[in-house]
């Protein structure tokens, strides 16, 4: 049986008395896309931050690739790559620019490193415009640059956080059909958050939908919608049925304004 990529065991973060994520359990397994969705300040981001090294759990274990995220800190880095919500692309350099930056702070060998950018080029689609400003690429082919800068020194487990945040619906799927083909010819394990119930339809094999910063469910999306027994039943039906009608549940103001800032950038 094949070891997870991917493992946690009651892992949980405290934030004074509040549980933002609690009793974490995960096993995903290489090559598996993994959706984890639920209502703003479910602990989606908690945990992101938490398995990518840039937050210490209060308790609880995780390890990637067999590697500790507190004890092994740089061998996990090592072996994942990381898109932020937020915009890590720099318009002013060219999509090749932004690449190169990224391959020597990843410390990818001069030897290999036009390479690995040729090759990060070609999986997004973005060969053509490598050449060409950020500032001139539309909202869709950032987001598919952020995910090329993030693949340059071969990760075996690629983190995406909100990757399709506001983006028109031409551009989601120019995204979702990148990632796709990424995992068809990479095989890499991907594990994102989403507010999209399509998306997280059309890409994951297996989502869980966390509540007040526990996991309230996790299976196959066909799973999932057999499970609360409605005919017809959307993902966004099973969404409702786990995480109730909560008035907070379209976000804070915080989360309206990152939302509106990213749809302003990418737009």
Same mark, same amino acid.
């Given at each position: 049986m094949t070891s997870p990529i991917?493992?946690?065991?009651?892992?949980?973060?405290?934030?004074?008395?509040?549980?933002?994520?609690?009793d974490l359990n995960l096993e995903i397994?290489?090559?598996?896309?993994?959706g984890l969705l639920g209502p703003n300040g479910a602990g989606k981001s908690t945990s992101i931050k938490m398995l990518t090294t840039l937050l210490p759990p209060t308790a609880?274990?995780? $390890? /990637?690739?067999?590697?500790?995220?507190?004890?092994?800190q740089a061998l996990v880095r090592r072996v994942i790559g990381y898109v932020p919500q937020a915009l890590s692309a720099d318009g002013t350099l060219t999509g090749y620019e932004n690449l190169l930056i990224f391959a020597k702070l990843y410390d990818v060998p001069r030897a290999i490193r036009q390479e690995r950018i040729a090759h990060a080029l070609a999986v997004m689609e973005l060969t053509e415009a490598g050449d060409k400003l950020v500032r001139t690429y539309s909202g869709g082919m950032i987001r598919r640059l952020e995910v090329a800068q993030a693949l340059l020194h071969g990760p075996l487990v690629l983190f995406l956080d909100e990757p399709t945040v506001g983006l028109d619906p031409v551009a989601r799927k120019a995204v979702w059909d990148s990632l796709s083909a990424l995992r068809e010819q990479?095989?890499? $394990? /991907?594990?994102?958050?989403?507010?999209y119930m399509e998306e997280a339809d059309n890409l994951?094999?297996?989502?869980?939908?966390m509540h007040r910063g526990r996991v309230?469910?996790?299976?196959?999306p066909a799973e999932l919608k057999e499970s609360i027994g409605q005919p017809g039943a959307t993902?966004?039906?099973v969404f409702a049925f786990y995480t109730g009608h909560d008035l907070d549940a379209g976000g804070s103001y915080r989360d309206v304004t990152r939302a509106r800032r990213a749809a302003r950038r990418l737009g």
């Open positions: 991917l493992l946690t065991s009651h892992l949980t973060r405290v934030f004074g008395e509040m549980k933002a994520v609690d397994a290489p090559g598996e896309v993994f609880g274990t995780a $390890t /990637i690739a067999g590697y500790d995220i507190v004890r092994q990479i095989g890499m $394990t /991907i594990f994102l958050t989403t507010h994951c094999q297996r989502v869980a939908i309230a469910t996790i299976g196959t993902l966004d039906d």
